[in-house]
């Protein structure tokens, strides 16, 4: 069995939203020793399934997205499962928008889609039904690609930025996620009750979870890398109080204790947050 993803640029006017795309392509499902399991990241996540469908299981729901459907996933707190839906090849794009960048494209309250998966049309209705269709209807990926940009483009252009929000969240995401509720408080002014509002509503979570979400960021993506003992020895502790913080943390994000998850095989939730 091969996986593959593939970096995709997005257009220029999309770049400040955008973390990242990328096509994923498999010849069929993954293997059945793989946790196949995707840590949370703290983005917002946009897929188009244009070859077999997948499925994701999390808080013991099953959402399945079918061939040639649209799915927005709201921000995601819990252990994530993926897999293909049929034993047979499969292609996917990816848009993952960054924490800042979502509320952007959608008029919606996004704490409604936190730790879910939803059709897109089930969203916009109409206006997903006729990008569902568009891009089913054209044959080569790269032209898939073209269309859901250029619709991203059109929905930017129907919602203004809010500073604040965005400014807390650059203050989290430099910080690594070290910055405090307080120190937001003192920098913008507003209350902490106004600024997990404010968050609830653009993102589908509060300042401090989104915090916690990048400070584990730190570890995971140094365990990918295979600099683990890197990141123990140096900045353990500016990310956590005490060994007990980081197990329980640990378990949140992935549902098991390190030790137990040292002993799995977790290839294919490597790649994805990599790629």
Request: proline share 4%.
């Amino acid at each position: 069995m091969q996986i593959k993803f593939r970096h995709i640029e997005p257009h220029p006017m999309l770049k400040s939203y955008i973390e990242k795309m990328w096509v994923f392509e498999s010849s069929g499902r993954m293997p059945v020793d793989d946790l196949k399991l995707v840590v949370p990241n703290g983005n917002i996540k946009l897929t188009v399934a244009f070859r077999n469908g997948i499925v994701a299981a999390m808080n013991g729901q099953v959402f399945a997205s079918k061939e040639q459907s649209i799915s927005l996933t709201g921000l995601v707190d819990v252990p994530l499962t993926l897999d293909v839906d049929e034993d047979v090849a499969t292609g996917t794009i990816g848009v993952e928008f960054s924490p800042h960048g979502a509320y952007r494209f959608f008029h919606f309250s996004f704490d409604e889609i936190k730790n879910k998966i939803y059709p897109l049309n089930d969203i916009l209705g109409n206006i997903g039904t006729q990008l569902e269709e568009q891009i089913a209807n054209t044959g080569p990926v790269e032209r898939k690609i073209f269309l859901l940009q250029q619709f991203l483009l059109k929905q930017l252009s129907l919602h203004k930025e809010d500073s604040i929000f965005e400014y807390c969240v650059e203050k989290i995401q430099s910080s690594k996620g070290k910055i405090t509720v307080k120190e937001l408080e003192k920098k913008t002014g507003y209350s902490s009750r106004w600024l997990n509002m404010k968050f609830a509503g653009h993102l589908g979570t509060a300042p401090k979870n989104l915090s916690s979400i990048f400070r584990f960021k730190q570890y995971y993506q140094a365990l990918t890398n295979g600099n683990e003992n890197v990141f123990m020895k140096n900045d353990f502790y500016e990310y956590y109080y005490d060994q007990s913080h980081f197990i329980k943390t640990f378990k949140r994000y992935t549902g098991l204790s390190p030790a137990r998850f040292d002993n799995r095989i977790n290839d294919f939730g490597k790649k994805f947050y990599e790629v």
